[in-house]
């Protein structure tokens, strides 16, 4: 087992109505299955934020491992300790 923290930024902190989440993954994990997983356990309002009706992740979704920008769609396999953040683009005049 790995312990992997969520990290919610803008839209997606309201969306969680947290700030982050630890989630247990058997080892192995990659991202796109740990973001399903984690909308899955923090609610619909997260859920419909990150995927549009279809499944499919948002491709307005920004999301960092450790740091560092990357695609969600990403088959990358995740690591004990690792940190995902996830954003929204924030629009202001």
């Known amino acids: 087992m790995i312990s992997v923290t969520f990290e919610f930024l803008a839209q997606a902190r309201t969306a969680a109505m947290r700030n982050q989440a630890r989630v ?3 080892s192995g994990v990659d991202l796109p299955a740990a973001l399903r997983e ?16 279809q499944g499919e992740l948002r491709a307005s979704l920004l999301v960092m491992v450790n740091g560092q920008f990357v695609r969600a769609t990403e088959s ?5 300790g690792d940190t995902i953040t996830l954003l929204t683009p924030i ?3």
Not at 38 to 53: E, I, K, T
Not at 76 to 80: E, F, G, I, K, R
């Open 38 to 53: 984690v909308a899955r356990q923090q609610g619909d309002a997260l859920q419909s934020l990150m995927f549009d009706p």
């Open 24 to 26: 247990q993954f058997a």
């Open 91 to 93: 629009g202001g005049g």
């Open 76 to 80: 990358q396999a995740l690591s004990d």
